[in-house]
């Protein structure tokens, strides 16, 4: 450890106590050391706490820091303009809540001198010094093209412009560059988005000194980012997570509700939206700074999203799509983002979420603490606690609520299409550790959003955030004793099976007894919900159910057999010739599909053998895959028969009751070959009529996909081991090192082991194509039959939809499949792209010259994700 410890001995004279000595900091006993479990200090040199000072500003009185800061830098002999330059850059850049006091520590500033030890201008201020120094640091966040930073910049610039150290012309000119973005050619989704994000809000901080210097170039502004966002209506509605639109809110689209909102007065209203602590400080004595004129740089091209000689569009990244977020409560309990109040309020939580991903403790402190940097009365007073600000007298029933726009924006981040900007395991961490901090605020507040969350099931919420939404559920209720009120939804037990309210209590019960265990969740259901009848639990516990276990069934003593000779780890020829000698004997008995027996005789005993525990069926597996790969082959004695569906069905029978088991068991069989992911695509797309699995599908996709990915990775590590190699050998050429000799590499051949990875990616490429063809001829198949009174052909029908309160099984089922196919495009547009040309040959012929509703809606769907629409 380089860290000079000591151990606190020292305490106060009037009561005791730990003194702390200026420079140390308390950290916990190191006993490596040999040290006690008394408290020691580790040094910090003047530097470090110097820009911690800076970047803690507002633990206590923001306003009170920064007096107390800019005394310390006066009364220094030579304050370090370097550390105080990057503590500024830290904060803003990872605390924006705090950019509108930074923007005053930066005014203050300008009225220090700096001194001449510092500087070798005779009289320049010091905060001159540290913006230069910043405005370099914002075209190093400009030349990364780190959005985040460079949106932070712009709100620190923006206030600086408010508070007269910027000129307004040159913060105009640097928020013209980014909505020049917009006009681009080309210009895909993400870049257009945060350029866009950029400019508003830029403008929503600045437009009032904006629109005093140019009216004319702010409506041109607004009218541009308003244009775009218009634009986008396709993508809008294909990652759109309701049925109906007056749910949701586009960030984009209400980023320019609250600039028109603004703009009617004039942006007057500005002081009321974002806390402006420098205005006090009056117009520094200065000539204003002026921003140099920037270019927004091109995105760097995506080499790892390119395929070997794929000459169509490159893989877009998955945040390029419109931001919708689920709104759940009424606009007095949470701030709507389409006021400029709101947006503000909404856009400062997602970014603490965004920032503070690593840390979901400090993440949810941050978040209860935010009301101190807001305007007073933004939030209602907490019960018998303070928002921070002592000075606030506002009415207790004036305000949003805290909880409520938190869990809100929380819920709306998880939730997005296609998918949400973290792990959504981090959300739902997140959400515990603020139940945590305060359980009697906190606890209301997502239960309403369940409640809410669950009425939208019947209004059209997209299936996969319904699936998110049953996961969370799951999650949270697992961390809170699995405490809910089931008994409110009794009633919809009466709804028809695959009605979403029904199918959600189905996931969520089923994954509740995954991360505990069954009876133990039974005893926390009304007896409605636990009646079998009712269909919401199993009436058994997860389990393996072995079809040939009963004495009774036919052909129990032939399976006996070959369980015994699995138990006993017989050579896996042993094995075979066994199920040889008993297929012969079925076919003498003149048994209907003697193979199919065999398969599923031997497949549900090796999986008996197996289900112990996850270990028990790796060995199994492990042990007789040449087993299994016989088993898997089709036969000449079972012409036409898909003996790998076989093999599949075998595994689902054996584990119908847990179906997690089935995916693990399936994923299994993809890895070790013995099945193919189109395999898989095949025996779900076969039992859809009775509902999607998209846990299965999903499954197979990922695994064609992702075979090609570690493929090119193979591939690249082995040409740069290659170059690697062949540098040095030119290094190692005595010619070579002659200065007027011209080099000319011989060419050399490829080397075996890159001629196989190249061999191998040509062949999971066809694999890959093969899976989502196959995926999509499911989906084209299922949507558009043949039979053209099929229910599919009504629910995609608007007048069908508003009538849905009358649907049966089949009609709520048709509706998930066009919803999954909805979210297969979206979720897997970057690999469709890629394939489009071929993909839609093969596929989409069906539905070359149709043209009714249903044709119109499924071309619609794959024209977008596609980026032909």
Same mark, same amino acid.
């Given at each position: 450890?380089?860290?000079?410890?000591?151990?606190?001995?020292?305490?106060?004279?009037?009561?005791?106590?730990?003194?702390?000595?200026?420079?140390?900091?308390?950290?916990?006993?190191?006993?490596?050391?040999?040290?006690?479990?008394?408290?020691?200090?580790?040094?910090?040199?003047?530097?470090?706490?110097?820009?911690?000072?800076?970047?803690?500003?507002?633990?206590?009185?923001?306003?009170?820091?920064?007096?107390?800061?800019?005394?310390?830098?006066?009364?220094?002999?030579?304050?370090?303009?370097?550390?105080?330059?990057?503590?500024?850059?830290?904060?803003?850049?990872?605390?924006?809540?705090?950019?509108?006091?930074?923007?005053?520590?930066?005014?203050?500033?300008?009225?220090?001198?700096?001194?001449?030890?510092?500087?070798?201008?005779?009289?320049?201020?010091?905060?001159?010094?540290?913006?230069?120094?910043?405005?370099?640091?914002?075209?190093?966040?400009?030349?990364?093209?780190?959005?985040?930073?460079?949106?932070?910049?712009?709100?620190?610039?923006?206030?600086?412009?408010?508070?007269?150290?910027?000129?307004?012309?040159?913060?105009?000119?640097?928020?013209?560059?980014?909505?020049?973005?917009?006009?681009?050619?080309?210009?895909?989704?993400?870049?257009?988005?945060?350029?866009?994000?950029?400019?508003?809000?830029?403008?929503?901080?600045?437009?009032?000194?904006?629109?005093?210097?140019?009216?004319?170039?702010?409506?041109?502004?607004?009218?541009?980012?308003?244009?775009?966002?218009?634009?986008?209506?396709?993508?809008?509605?294909?990652?759109?997570?309701?049925?109906?639109?007056?749910?949701?809110?586009?960030?984009?689209?209400?980023?320019?509700?609250?600039?028109?909102?603004?703009?009617?007065?004039?942006?007057?209203?500005?002081?009321?939206?974002?806390?402006?602590?420098?205005?006090?400080?009056?117009?520094?004595?200065?000539?204003?700074?002026?921003?140099?004129?920037?270019?927004?740089?091109?995105?760097?091209?995506?080499?790892?999203?390119?395929?070997?000689?794929?000459?169509?569009?490159?893989?877009?990244?998955?945040?390029?799509?419109?931001?919708?977020?689920?709104?759940?409560?009424?606009?007095?309990?949470?701030?709507?983002?389409?006021?400029?109040?709101?947006?503000?309020?909404?856009?400062?939580?997602?970014?603490?979420?965004?920032?503070?991903?690593?840390?979901?403790?400090?993440?949810?402190?941050?978040?209860?603490?935010?009301?101190?940097?807001?305007?007073?009365?933004?939030?209602?007073?907490?019960?018998?606690?303070?928002?921070?600000?002592?000075?606030?007298?506002?009415?207790?029933?004036?305000?949003?609520?805290?909880?409520?726009?938190?869990?809100?924006?929380?819920?709306?981040?998880?939730?997005?299409?296609?998918?949400?900007?973290?792990?959504?395991?981090?959300?739902?961490?997140?959400?515990?550790?603020?139940?945590?901090?305060?359980?009697?605020?906190?606890?209301?507040?997502?239960?309403?959003?369940?409640?809410?969350?669950?009425?939208?099931?019947?209004?059209?919420?997209?299936?996969?955030?319904?699936?998110?939404?049953?996961?969370?559920?799951?999650?949270?209720?697992?961390?809170?004793?699995?405490?809910?009120?089931?008994?409110?939804?009794?009633?919809?037990?009466?709804?028809?099976?695959?009605?979403?309210?029904?199918?959600?209590?189905?996931?969520?019960?089923?994954?509740?007894?995954?991360?505990?265990?069954?009876?133990?969740?039974?005893?926390?259901?009304?007896?409605?919900?636990?009646?079998?009848?009712?269909?919401?639990?199993?009436?058994?516990?997860?389990?393996?159910?072995? $079809?040939? =276990? /009963? +004495?009774?069934?036919?052909?129990?003593?032939? #399976?006996?057999?070959? %369980?015994?000779?699995?138990?006993? &780890? *017989?050579?896996?020829?042993?094995?075979?010739?066994?199920?040889?000698?008993?297929?012969?004997?079925?076919?003498?008995? $003149?048994? =209907? /599909? +003697?193979?199919?027996?065999?398969?599923?005789? #031997?497949?549900?005993? %090796?999986?008996?053998?197996?289900? &112990? *525990?996850?270990?028990?069926?790796?060995?199994?597996?492990?042990?007789?895959?040449?087993?299994?790969?016989?088993?898997?082959?089709?036969?000449?004695?079972?012409?036409?028969?898909?003996?790998? #569906?076989?093999?599949?069905?075998?595994?689902?029978?054996?584990?119908?009751?847990?179906?997690?088991?089935?995916?693990?068991?399936?994923?299994?069989?993809?890895?070790?070959?013995?099945?193919?992911?189109?395999?898989?695509?095949?025996?779900?797309?076969?039992? #859809?009529?009775?509902?999607?699995?998209?846990?299965?599908?999903?499954?197979?996709?990922?695994?064609?996909?992702?075979?090609?990915?570690?493929?090119?990775?193979?591939?690249?590590?082995?040409?740069?081991?290659?170059?690697?190699?062949?540098?040095?050998?030119?290094?190692?050429?005595?010619?070579?090192?002659?200065?007027?000799?011209?080099?000319?590499?011989?060419?050399?051949?490829?080397?075996?082991?890159?001629?196989?990875?190249?061999?191998?990616?040509?062949?999971?490429?066809?694999?890959?194509?093969?899976?989502?063809?196959?995926?999509?001829?499911?989906?084209?198949?299922?949507?558009?039959?043949?039979?053209?009174?099929?229910?599919?052909?009504?629910?995609?029908?608007?007048?069908?939809?508003?009538?849905?309160?009358?649907?049966?099984?089949?009609?709520?089922?048709?509706?998930?499949?066009?919803?999954?196919?909805?979210?297969?495009?979206?979720?897997?547009?970057?690999?469709?792209?890629?394939?489009?040309?071929?993909?839609?040959?093969?596929?989409?012929?069906?539905?070359?010259?149709?043209?009714?509703?249903?044709?119109?809606?499924?071309?619609?769907?794959?024209?977008?994700?596609?980026?032909?629409?």
């Amino acid at each position: 450890m380089n860290t000079k410890v000591c151990w606190e001995a020292l305490y106060n004279a009037k009561g005791g106590g730990v003194q702390r000595r200026s420079g140390f900091r308390c950290v916990s006993p190191d006993k490596s050391l040999g040290g006690r479990d008394d408290v020691y200090r580790e040094y910090e040199d003047p530097e470090t706490r110097f820009r911690s000072t800076i970047i803690r500003i507002g633990e206590i009185d923001a306003c009170e820091d920064i007096e107390q800061l800019l005394r310390s830098i006066q009364s220094s002999d030579s304050p370090n303009l370097a550390v105080l330059s990057e503590g500024l850059r830290i904060g803003l850049t990872e605390q924006p809540y705090k950019i509108p006091y930074y923007a005053l520590l930066l005014r203050r500033l300008y009225d220090l001198p700096v001194k001449s030890e510092v500087s070798n201008q005779s009289g320049a201020s010091l905060g001159r010094q540290v913006l230069d120094d910043l405005w370099k640091g914002f075209q190093a966040y400009l030349d990364k093209l780190a959005w985040r930073e460079i949106r932070f910049c712009v709100h620190f610039f923006a206030h600086l412009t408010v508070a007269k150290v910027i000129s307004p012309q040159s913060m105009l000119s640097l928020l013209q560059s980014f909505t020049t973005v917009l006009d681009e050619f080309g210009v895909s989704q993400g870049r257009a988005k945060r350029a866009a994000r950029c400019a508003a809000e830029g403008l929503m901080r600045a437009g009032q000194s904006l629109k005093d210097y140019s009216p004319a170039s702010v409506i041109e502004m607004i009218t541009a980012i308003q244009t775009y966002s218009d634009l986008v209506a396709s993508a809008k509605w294909l990652v759109h997570p309701m049925a109906s639109l007056h749910t949701t809110e586009l960030m984009l689209e209400c980023a320019v509700s609250a600039l028109k909102a603004l703009d009617v007065n004039d942006f007057e209203q500005l002081g009321s939206v974002h806390p402006q602590p420098y205005t006090d400080a009056g117009a520094p004595d200065i000539d204003k700074y002026d921003l140099p004129s920037v270019l927004v740089p091109p995105d760097a091209m995506e080499l790892d999203g390119l395929v070997p000689d794929a000459s169509e569009d490159t893989p877009v990244k998955k945040e390029e799509w419109p931001e919708f977020y689920l709104s759940l409560f009424a606009d007095d309990v949470t701030p709507s983002p389409k006021t400029p109040d709101g947006y503000s309020v909404r856009s400062d939580i997602l970014d603490i979420l965004d920032i503070f991903e690593i840390n979901r403790k400090e993440c949810a402190r941050l978040l209860v603490d935010y009301p101190r940097w807001t305007r007073a009365g933004t939030f209602k007073p907490r019960p018998g606690g303070s928002d921070g600000n002592s000075d606030r007298s506002v009415p207790a029933e004036e305000g949003w609520q805290l909880e409520s726009s938190i869990i809100e924006a929380v819920l709306g981040a998880q939730f997005l299409l296609p998918e949400p900007p973290h792990k959504p395991m981090y959300y739902s961490a997140l959400i515990t550790e603020l139940c945590k901090i305060s359980p009697q605020t906190f606890g209301p507040a997502v239960g309403k959003s369940i409640r809410k969350c669950y009425m939208y099931l019947a209004d059209g919420l997209d299936v996969d955030i319904a699936r998110r939404f049953a996961e969370w559920f799951s999650i949270h209720m697992s961390n809170f004793n699995f405490q809910w009120v089931w008994k409110e939804w009794v009633e919809d037990l009466n709804l028809c099976a695959h009605h979403p309210k029904r199918v959600f209590v189905r996931y969520a019960l089923e994954l509740e007894v995954r991360l505990s265990y069954f009876d133990r969740i039974l005893k926390t259901l009304p007896p409605q919900f636990q009646d079998s009848a009712a269909g919401a639990v199993s009436d058994q516990a997860p389990g393996p159910e072995y $079809g040939f =276990d /009963d +004495p009774s069934v036919p052909y129990h003593e032939v #399976a006996q057999s070959v %369980l015994e000779q699995l138990r006993a &780890r *017989s050579k896996p020829e042993d094995v075979i010739n066994l199920l040889d000698t008993i297929r012969g004997q079925f076919t003498e008995d $003149g048994v =209907d /599909d +003697p193979d199919g027996l065999v398969r599923s005789i #031997a497949v549900q005993s %090796l999986l008996h053998t197996g289900s &112990r *525990s996850f270990s028990h069926f790796l060995n199994a597996i492990e042990r007789y895959i040449v087993v299994l790969r016989s088993l898997a082959t089709i036969t000449s004695r079972s012409p036409g028969q898909d003996a790998k #569906a076989g093999v599949l069905e075998a595994v689902a029978v054996f584990w119908r009751r847990n179906r997690q088991m089935i995916s693990i068991v399936f994923d299994k069989l993809m890895q070790y070959q013995i099945v193919d992911p189109t395999d898989v695509v095949r025996w779900v797309f076969a039992r #859809a009529g009775r509902g999607l699995d998209w846990e299965l599908l999903k499954g197979a996709v990922d695994k064609a996909n992702g075979r090609v990915v570690v493929a090119r990775k193979r591939i690249a590590a082995l040409r740069k081991e290659e170059d690697e190699t062949r540098a040095r050998a030119m290094a190692n050429d005595g010619a070579a090192m002659e200065v007027d000799a011209e080099v000319r590499p011989e060419p050399t051949a490829e080397s075996p082991a890159l001629a196989t990875a190249l061999k191998a990616l040509s062949v999971l490429t066809q694999e890959q194509k093969a899976t989502l063809s196959l995926v999509i001829e499911g989906f084209v198949n299922a949507l558009h039959p043949s039979d053209t009174s099929a229910v599919v052909y009504e629910v995609v029908s608007t007048t069908a939809w508003g009538e849905r309160t009358e649907w049966d099984e089949v009609r709520w089922t048709a509706w998930s499949t066009w919803s999954w196919f909805k979210h297969f495009s979206r979720a897997y547009a970057p690999y469709l792209r890629i394939y489009a040309t071929t993909l839609t040959i093969l596929s989409m012929a069906k539905l070359e010259g149709a043209n009714d509703e249903a044709a119109r809606a499924l071309k619609k769907i794959w024209n977008v994700a596609t980026g032909q629409e």
